[in-house]
């Protein structure tokens, strides 16, 4: 008999949560221990209760997953994250694979594709749409170079701090006291900077420098 998988589920819409909690436990190998609606009780219920799998929303009102999510990987590493995204979006694949998620799926996938998704999990495989490998894409390995990052500015860092974090432009800008415009002529340099080109890539960058000082000095 299968071990029984302990579900966290956070989104966004109450309705969409419950009837995502009654979907997975038509299962007997499925217990949704929890829904959230907001970032902190999540990471804080999954540092409790460290449990198998997290299905989470990209997108809260407080921002994006990528802040939360290193933050919930590092407490709880043998936990498993799926991350729902309102399109296909190969672009977020990659940089949220290397933040610790274990797959990434459309919120219109079928109640089918995600308990497939699951069940590869369970068996120790990561899933992606077939329609991505016909159209070409492919996963590569990231580049671990993360000498750009030490040539931010201490503004530039302390913006890329908070969009890890998930604060928005407008925030950000008001914090510093600075315009909305000032924030995307920040963004352009910290991009040439990583030698990135997309905001992903330099989340994905930027946390993993995170990550790494965090393990030096601890």
Known sequence: MMKVWRVII????????????????ESKEIEVVGMFSNWSEGVYTVQQQQPDLVLTDYQMP???VEGALVEMK?????????IMTEEEDKELFQP??????S???????????????????REGFLSIPLE????????????????????????????????????TYDKIAHEIEVSRRS????????????????RAQAIEKFALFSRQNKQMYA
């Open 103 to 121: 797959g990434v799926l459309s919120k219109g996938a079928s109640p089918r594709q995600l308990l497939q998704m699951i069940n590869g999990l």
């Open 132 to 167: 991505w490998a016909r159209d070409g894409f492919r996963p590569v390995a990231s580049s671990r170079g993360l000498d750009g990052v030490l040539q931010l500015t201490q503004t530039e860092m302390f913006i890329m701090e908070r969009i890890v974090q998930g604060i």
């Open 96 to 101: 949220l694979i290397e933040l610790g998620a």
């Open 10 to 25: 956070v989104g966004c819409h109450p309705t969409s949560m419950l009837g995502t909690k009654l979907i997975l436990e």
């Open 62 to 64: 407080e921002g994006n």
């Open 74 to 82: 590092q407490s709880s590493k043998s936990t498993h994250f799926i």
């Open 183 to 198: 924030i995307d002529n920040y963004l352009r340099k910290i991009y040439v900077k990583l030698e990135v080109s997309t």
